[in-house]
């Protein structure tokens, strides 16, 4: 008592650590990942995870954590058969795009958006691919479930990639309740009733998108 500063000096100058090293962490995650897959070993491999992501920074490299990039110790959400890799996970970020064909990693998204150069540096992957964006659309017109509107957006912006392509003459327009095929829209006016759509404006945000779809003004004698 009284030598508490100069004993903590003491310390530190015999290599004692104040913080736990990327070594011993790595250790432990080796440890972990070695048992099989639960939901105890979940939380401490989330704990990890949200450790690592307030001291990884952009650009950091630690040669110690390196070889996370391709260890299998992530949990993936929904899954509980075994730890995956990082390179098997997305980040839940854009989850809403393409949930159906993908996995993502099983942590909070305050972990997540804490942790974001550490996800990078281990190669957890943080958007999605337009393929599985396109998948996913038609997935969720084949079971009839709406479309989320920032699936349209995401595609517009990337509406030269050739996946998008897929969608044409296919099930893949959401409104009213119901999807529509390319061909069964029209911007303007159409005197076919019930049997043909004409698209809301509010759709005129994905124009780049609707016109990769060949989606026309008016109709012609060939729909006629």
């Known amino acids: 008592v009284g030598h508490e500063n ?12 104040t913080e736990p090293r990327f070594s011993d962490i790595a250790l432990r995650v080796r440890r972990l990942s070695s048992q099989p897959y639960s939901s105890a070993a979940v939380v401490q491999v989330q704990k990890i995870i949200s450790y690592l992501g307030k001291k990884i920074e952009k650009g950091d490299s630690p040669a110690d954590l390196r070889f996370l990039s391709t260890y299998q110790w992530l949990p993936a959400k929904g899954k509980s058969d075994r730890w995956y890799r990082p390179t098997e996970l997305y980040a839940i970020y854009q989850a809403h795009l393409f949930d159906s064909q993908a996995l993502f990693l099983d942590a909070s998204k305050n972990i997540q958006d804490a942790s974001s150069a550490f996800l990078e540096f281990i190669r957890v992957s943080m958007t999605p691919p337009v393929a599985l964006v396109v998948k996913h659309l038609l997935h969720c017109a084949d079971i009839g479930q709406a479309a989320n509107v920032a699936i349209y957006q995401f595609l517009n912006n990337n509406a030269g990639d050739p996946a998008v392509a897929q969608l044409r003459r296919r099930y893949c327009l959401w409104f009213g309740n119901a999807y529509r095929t390319p061909e069964q829209v029209f911007w303007g006016q159409h005197p076919f009733g019930q049997y043909r759509w004409r698209l809301p404006e509010e759709l005129r945000s994905a124009s780049a998108l609707l016109q990769q779809l060949h989606v026309r003004d008016t109709p012609d004698y060939e729909d006629a």
Do not use: D, I
């Open 6 to 17: 100069a004993v903590r000096h003491f310390y530190r100058w015999l290599g004692v650590a």
